[in-house]
């Protein structure tokens, strides 16, 4: 069983920048790939970028790639996902996810986090 808790949402101006962290439950979270997916309003959920358990392999939705990176500390149980250049149709609520598969970190994850909002402003 893993508990994800996302922060570090809120409402920035296009072409700035947020961080957000996804802090897990557990001693073992270097077992499992991370994952963030948003869901934007109106629009189905999607993914955005996913990160194997060692942090070596990344994967990017390629409408992000470029300005988002995905990240983790293993030490601290924490995935994070920096935005850079944000723009308005980046505005969603983001969800962090975990799945032991990497396989199915990008698309049928386990484990899923409450979400937090992301405004970006034109």
């Known amino acids: 069983q893993v508990q994800l808790v996302e922060s570090g949402g809120g409402l920035v101006q296009a072409g700035n920048s947020l961080r957000l962290s996804c802090a897990a439950s557990?001693?073992?979270?270097?077992?499992?790939?991370m994952g963030w997916f948003r869901q934007g309003p109106g629009k189905e959920r999607e993914f955005v970028a996913a990160?194997?358990?060692?942090?070596?392999?990344?994967y990017y939705a390629e409408s992000v790639k470029g300005r988002f990176t995905i990240s983790r500390d293993n030490a601290e149980n924490t995935v994070y996902l920096q935005m850079n250049t944000l723009k308005p149709e980046d505005t969603a609520v983001y969800y962090c996810?975990?799945?032991?598969?990497?396989?199915?970190?990008?698309?049928?994850?386990?484990?899923w986090g409450q979400g937090t909002q992301v405004t970006v402003s034109s």
């Open positions: 557990g001693r073992t979270f270097s077992s499992y790939a």
């Open positions: 990160i194997r358990r060692t942090g070596g392999i990344t």
């Open positions: 996810a975990a799945a032991l598969n990497p396989n199915d970190v990008r698309t049928t994850p386990t484990y």
